[in-house]
């Protein structure tokens, strides 16, 4: 079994609050957290939470590369209740959800923080009760040593710019609907704004 297969095990032994004879995984994950909500909700770090992840994602150790972590809140966000007559089904409080996933708002506000960057992916890091942690892949589209790069020099030609914002990150087509195919996914393409939003 290769390292890459341990890491990829002990972070779902974390993710899943397990114990052990040897270890404590649920404590160690709540340490984190503790950290992580002292944090700004942007931050910054040296090297990716979970490498397994961000490997296959992708991610490199090399120049042109960052990792951001974002803490995102959970729930559907806030909706005024209106003041004006209605039956309470008609209310639109509840069970309102936005268009776009929480993964997805997590590429934005990075991209939103590192302008100059695109992002090339995400993944999950974890959650409490308020918030879910995304880290975000970030590429230098300018920097030498990622044009000349045979796996990444695609992210510097021009029609990839703003990927986050427009939906084209791994994230971002899931969330569109472009994951499906087949019977029922007939409206998906080429957008859904294109079909009047009937596919979702």
């Given at each position: 079994?290769?390292?890459?297969?341990?890491?990829?095990?002990?972070?779902?032994?974390?993710?899943?609050?397990?114990?052990?004879?040897?270890?404590?995984?649920?404590?160690?994950?709540?340490?984190?957290?503790?950290?992580?909500?002292?944090?700004?909700?942007?931050?910054?770090?040296?090297?990716?939470?979970?490498?397994?992840?961000?490997?296959?994602?992708?991610?490199?150790?090399?120049?042109?590369?960052?990792?951001?972590?974002?803490?995102?809140?959970?729930?559907?966000?806030?909706?005024?209740?209106?003041?004006?007559?209605?039956?309470?089904?008609?209310?639109?409080?509840?069970?309102?959800?936005?268009?776009?996933?929480?993964?997805?708002?997590?590429?934005?506000?990075?991209?939103?923080?590192?302008?100059?960057?695109?992002?090339?992916?995400?993944?999950?890091?974890?959650?409490?009760g308020h918030y879910y942690w995304y880290e975000v892949i970030l590429v230098d589209p300018h920097n030498p040593a990622i044009c000349a790069d045979k796996d990444l020099g695609w992210i510097c030609e021009k029609q990839h710019?703003?990927?986050?914002?427009?939906?084209?990150?791994?994230?971002?087509?899931?969330?569109?609907?472009?994951?499906?195919?087949?019977?029922?996914?007939?409206?998906?393409?080429?957008?859904?704004?294109?079909?009047?939003?009937?596919?979702?």
């Amino acid at each position: 079994m290769g390292m890459y297969q341990y890491v990829r095990e002990t972070l779902q032994k974390e993710y899943k609050g397990e114990e052990d004879d040897f270890y404590n995984y649920d404590e160690r994950m709540k340490e984190k957290l503790i950290q992580w909500r002292r944090e700004p909700a942007i931050v910054k770090v040296d090297k990716p939470t979970n490498l397994a992840r961000a490997k296959s994602l992708g991610y490199k150790a090399k120049q042109g590369i960052i990792i951001v972590r974002v803490r995102v809140r959970k729930g559907s966000g806030h909706h005024i209740r209106p003041n004006k007559g209605r039956r309470p089904k008609r209310m639109g409080v509840n069970k309102l959800t936005r268009r776009i996933s929480i993964q997805r708002i997590a590429e934005i506000r990075a991209n939103a923080r590192y302008k100059n960057l695109e992002v090339l992916n995400s993944y999950y890091v974890g959650e409490d009760g308020h918030y879910y942690w995304y880290e975000v892949i970030l590429v230098d589209p300018h920097n030498p040593a990622i044009c000349a790069d045979k796996d990444l020099g695609w992210i510097c030609e021009k029609q990839h710019r703003g990927r986050a914002f427009r939906g084209l990150t791994s994230a971002g087509k899931k969330n569109r609907g472009l994951r499906r195919k087949g019977k029922g996914a007939e409206k998906v393409r080429p957008s859904l704004r294109a079909n009047n939003r009937k596919a979702k």
